[in-house]
């Protein structure tokens, strides 16, 4: 199994981007392109990472609230164990067994992130937590978010939005307990790797109202375009790369910044 992981506190330049790949996934780090102009802990709150193996590749974004402490925890728990076990060796995972192991898997993450961030600085820390897991031995992509970072699939029919609206918006870090709590602010889907070509997480600097982009739909439609043109073992980093990039010259357009995190999925040939 290979890893990695970008943390918000290792990439603090205005402007930079920090991307690291395997062939059919990458992740991108940004601290923005413009200065944050909201109320913020530290310069960069945000963290991805990515687990691959022969059985699948797993990707994940977080952006944190009141400090990166949260958000880092998050991604390395995921990594650290279920990542691993579903890339590697998934055994009776399926649709139908997706949300309860993704619960159990979110409710752990909450569970150490609260007690993790202790009497540390960063104490009120809570982050989002979006991840995709392509099973290519099963034909499936399956994800689960919590909070407002987005998860986008590309097809033959264009972009789209996976979108199962919960109950309520909450995130990793608040007083849930147990996977059923959770399961009230959490999106879960399931749906066949057949068809199509690319799954992009990505946190809100990209789409933030005022600091990102207009139509977030079209920049993943940019990007996926300039990634067709590479290639078939750089189109995920150039995907990550680009949709950070346009990021950035959102935050400079409009004068107003905020950290990006973006983590891509090639699926296709």
């Not at 991604?75 to 279920?82: G, I, T």
Request: hydrophobic share 50%.
């Amino acid at each position: 199994m290979r890893t990695a992981l970008l943390r918000g506190r290792e990439h603090v330049e205005l402007g930079a981007v920090a991307a690291v790949a395997e062939v059919g996934v990458a992740i991108a780090l940004s601290r923005g392109g413009a200065p944050k102009r909201y109320p913020h802990s530290d310069p960069n709150e945000d963290a991805a990472g990515f687990a691959t193996a022969d059985a699948g590749v797993c990707a994940a974004v977080a952006d944190g609230h009141g400090g990166s402490e949260a958000a880092e925890i998050a991604v390395l728990h995921l990594l650290a164990d279920p990542a691993a076990q579903w890339t590697a060796a998934p055994g009776r995972l399926d649709a139908a067994s997706w949300p309860r192991q993704a619960l159990a898997v979110l409710s752990d993450a909450n569970r150490d992130l609260r007690r993790e961030r202790g009497s540390r600085p960063g104490h009120a820390a809570r982050t989002t937590l979006g991840f995709a897991l392509a099973l290519h031995s099963r034909g499936l992509l399956l994800s689960a978010a919590v909070g407002d970072s987005h998860l986008f699939v590309v097809d033959s029919v264009g972009v789209r939005e996976v979108r199962a609206a919960p109950a309520e918006v909450g995130f990793l870090g608040d007083a849930y307990e147990g996977p059923e709590a959770l399961a009230a602010i959490t999106r879960l889907d399931a749906e066949p790797l057949a068809g199509l070509r690319a799954a992009v997480l990505v946190t809100d600097g990209l789409s933030e109202r005022g600091i990102g982009v207009v139509s977030p739909t079209a920049a993943i439609g940019e990007a996926v375009r300039l990634a067709e043109r590479e290639r078939h073992e750089l189109r995920a980093l150039v995907l990550a790369r680009a949709l950070a990039e346009t990021a950035l010259e959102a935050h400079r357009r409009n004068r107003a910044g905020d950290n990006v995190a973006v983590a891509a999925l090639w699926l296709s040939d």
